[in-house]
């Protein structure tokens, strides 16, 4: 009897043993499809376009699938050449218009080049006879070197025909059905791209040149906010305190934006005009302006590397030559930041900056009167952090104007529109006899 009792117990310990495990599985089920629900909605919030587009290739793929589920074009294009089409989508598409008129391009050419070219290596190679014809078309599958998307289709597909011409006969029609499912999958996938729900890399380059500089002005309102004025005078122009964590790690991303602008410039030389970008806008411009922000980034790492060793605020002492430097530095950081923000409004609004040169000119002589005192000296030992932190800022205002430079060379390459009205009413310079630096803006309400 006590055996029975304790086998049915044992029985019962597997049995609640196993649902145990059973609800565990459902968890743990349970908890990665709302993690990839989670995933995927944070993706939509992020970037709605990244949706739009796996619509796009979903819509693409079953198009050119009708080439195997539709009779007659199944048998129009062949049984052998029909799964083309479908690759041709899966290489072709890409996320930006001008990615999938650069691959779609490079595919079609390489494809009809090749395709020529191995019929020509398979007319010469059966000239040679029977058994030199293997060995010609080997040395000739060989020779080709990979270089980049276009030449690898064209090996692909010079390969692909010169091989096969050697137990096919009809080699022409089998050239011809490959280049046609080819051409039917570049097609839909252009067609696609460009007319439902567009993603231009050329409006994305132009978007992170001007989220680039933004970022930069972040970073120098951010230190000058909270590093060079007082307190007392902070709080009163600002209801909350900036958070230092924030603006000390804006201009981060833009040390690493480089392969991305490359990339988008690429992408952009494809694409036809739209929006306000001709067909022949400067793309190469936003390389320069690029090259010309990363190394103000560059900068800024350096003054971040250099304010968290120590506290360069000095002791409240108007007669004191640290706080005359930073009051310099103050000026410097205000004013380039102005410079800059006026500069990515500028980009942004394709209009040519009225007030960023002046910004400019005002942080650059900001840094003249501190390279002034720096020279004038005192004791070294007292200002040499946070006149090393001034002399990193002098190389920052220079960087701006170098970044001021590209994006008026942008301007007049583009044909930017001048910002000649504000809410309607003209903007009137100032007098010309050089006593004043501003200009007069006159707003009249509604």
Known sequence: MGELELAQQTLSSEKVGMFMCFITMLNKIHAKVTGMFSKLKKIAEDDPRRVSHSLKVGLALTLVSLVYYVTPLFNGFGSSSAMWAVLTVVVVMEYTVGGTLGKGINRTLATVLAGSLALGAHHLADLCGDKVE??????????????????????????????????????????????????????????????????????????????????LASFLEGLGDDYFQEKEKARENKEEKRNKSTYLQSYKSVLNSRASEESLVNFAKWEPGHGGFGFRHPWDQYLKIGASTRQCA?????????????????????????????????????????????????????????????????????????????????????????????????????????????????????????????????????????????????????
């Open 134 to 215: 293997p060995v010609l078309l080997g040395v000739l599958v060989f020779i080709l070197k990979r270089y980049d998307y276009g030449v690898t289709i064209f090996i692909l597909t010079f390969s692909l025909v010169a091989v096969s011409s050697y137990r096919v006969d009809e080699i022409i029609p089998m050239a011809q059905q490959r280049a046609s499912t080819i051409a039917l999958g570049v097609a839909t996938c252009l067609c696609l791209t460009i007319f439902v729900f567009p993603v231009w890399a050329g409006e994305d380059l132009h978007n992170m040149a001007a989220t680039n500089l933004e970022k």
């Open 298 to 446: 560059y900068s800024m790492e350096a003054l971040t590397a250099l304010l968290k060793a120590s506290d360069p605020k000095p002791k409240p002492d108007p007669n004191d030559v640290r706080n005359k430097i930073r009051s310099a530095c103050a000026e410097m950081s205000s004013e380039s930041a102005k410079g800059l923000s006026d500069l990515a409004a500028s980009i942004r609004t394709m209009s040519v900056a009225t007030a960023a040169r002046q910004h400019m000119a005002a942080a650059s002589a900001a840094a003249d009167k501190l390279k002034a005192l720096l020279s004038d000296g005192g004791e070294v030992a007292e200002i040499v952090h946070v006149a090393t932190i001034g002399a990193i800022l002098v190389e920052i205002v220079k960087c701006g104007e170098e970044i001021a430079g590209t994006v008026e060379e942008l301007a007049r390459l583009a044909g930017f529109k001048l910002a000649e009205a504000v809410n309607g009413a003209p903007v009137k310079p100032g007098s010309d006899d050089g006593q004043c630096p501003h200009v007069v803006i006159t707003v009249r309400g509604d």
